[in-house]
Structures are given as structure tokens and as C-alpha cells.
């Protein structure tokens, strides 16, 4: 019998992150659980086609808009389930139980974030998303989401815009339940920006986004 998983991340330029999300990917081959893993990638010009041959990934390409680099990646899958993740997204030891488990009650999940930083900010910003995706349903694509082909298919897929398709998606699927482990994410633009600055920034990009504005403005000033 086939493994039912197909894993989806979307790439831009990842060569540095890659190979440690792939790591820690290497459980769900040895349990029988992962298919095949698909790269999505967008144009890079390091070495994310590099890595990807040398993990035994398919390499998708087209042009650079991650909802539509992940409808691509899912087009090309062929598991019963899809793990959408990012490239600097880590899932913690064990996450093959937590998944298997997910995956028999057939309903769509999403991981717990926490940020790859120290200190009291990291904590409050991955606290509230875990708040959010809770209360309000929305957890984003750094949580990583797994869906039921199926129910991927019935919700039209990802759009191909280049920003907030992971709510786009969530919102059409049947409401998403936690899975018991950690989304370890990288923390390079709230490191960069800020970790207030970020959040503020990324909340507002939400209540816009839900307001209506365009995706690819948004994505413009992101």
C-alpha cells in the first residue's frame, strides 16, 4: 500500500533553509507516512534545485507567487493528503504519530507555532497565532497546514495570488483542528523588522486582506 502524504513547500531563493526542514521530513519516510515530497519553486537562483535533486524531491517550477507555486505543488501531487509547509519550518520529533492520528479522524489540521528565537517576543507572537488559529480559525501556512486531498479539491485549491492565499484557502475548508506538535519557524523578518513592527504589520495586512484589498498590492508593501 502506497504512503497516502505528499509534502508541498513552496521555494524562493531557500538554499540555507531547506535542508534542515527536509531533515526533519526524514521521520515520515522512515514511518512509512510521506509519499513523495514536492518543491515548488519560483526562480531561484542558489542552490534549491540543487538540494532538492540531492533529497530525491520533484522539482516544480513557474513563476514566483507562493498560492500559485502551492496550486502547482498540489496539481503535481498524488497522496491523499497534502502537508503544505514552509522552507524554513521545522517539524518537531514525533510529528508522525501526531499526524497519523490527524489523518485518521480525516480532518483537516495545523501544527503550533513556535519561532526559532529566544526571548519574550517570540513567545507572545507565536502565543497569539496559536490564539488565532484556535478562536478565530485562521492559522497560517508558517503552522503548516495538512488537508485531505478531497477537501483541498472541494475548496478550489490554493489561489494564485502572491499573499494571504493560506487564508484564502483556509476559509473555504471545514474548520482546521490542532495537531500535537511543534511548527519550529524561522523568525528572520521579525528579526529584521522587528518583532512589534512585524506583527503589527502582518495583523494589518490581515484585517485588509479580510476588508478586501488586493492581494498584489498588499504583497507590494508586505
Not at 531557500?14 to 514536492?38: D, K, M, Q, T
Not at 484589498?213 to 507590494?220: C, K
Amino acid at each position: 500500500m502506497r504512503a497516502k502524504l505528499s509534502v508541498i513547500i513552496p521555494t524562493l531563493e531557500a538554499g540555507a533553509v531547506l535542508p534542515a526542514c527536509a531533515a526533519a521530513l526524514f521521520e515520515g519516510v522512515e514511518a512509512g507516512l510521506i509519499r513523495e515530497l514536492l518543491i515548488s519553486d519560483g526562480g531561484s537562483s542558489d542552490a534549491t534545485a540543487q538540494i532538492a535533486e540531492e533529497i530525491g524531491a520533484e522539482l516544480v517550477t513557474g513563476p514566483a507567487s507562493r498560492g500559485g507555486q502551492l496550486r502547482r505543488g498540489a496539481a503535481a501531487a498524488r497522496g491523499d493528503w497534502l502537508l503544505i509547509l514552509h522552507a524554513d519550518t521545522r517539524l518537531s520529533a514525533g510529528w508522525t504519530v501526531a499526524v497519523a492520528e490527524a489523518m485518521a479522524s480525516g480532518r483537516p489540521g495545523y501544527f503550533r507555532l513556535r519561532f526559532d528565537a529566544r526571548g519574550l517576543a517570540p513567545r507572545l507572537v507565536a502565543g497569539w497565532a496559536n490564539l488565532r488559529a484556535r478562536v478565530f480559525g485562521l492559522p497560517y501556512g508558517d503552522q503548516g497546514l495538512l488537508i485531505p486531498r478531497q477537501t483541498y479539491e472541494a475548496a478550489g485549491g490554493y489561489p494564485d495570488i502572491p499573499l494571504m492565499e493560506d487564508v484564502a484557502l483556509v476559509r473555504k475548508l471545514p474548520r482546521l483542528t490542532p495537531i500535537d506538535a511543534e511548527a519550529l519557524t524561522g523568525a528572520e523578518k521579525y528579526l529584521r523588522d522587528g518583532w512589534v513592527r512585524r506583527g503589527a504589520r502582518n495583523l494589518w495586512c490581515l484585517i485588509r486582506y479580510l476588508l478586501g484589498a488586493d492581494p498584489a498590492r498588499l504583497a507590494r508593501k508586505y
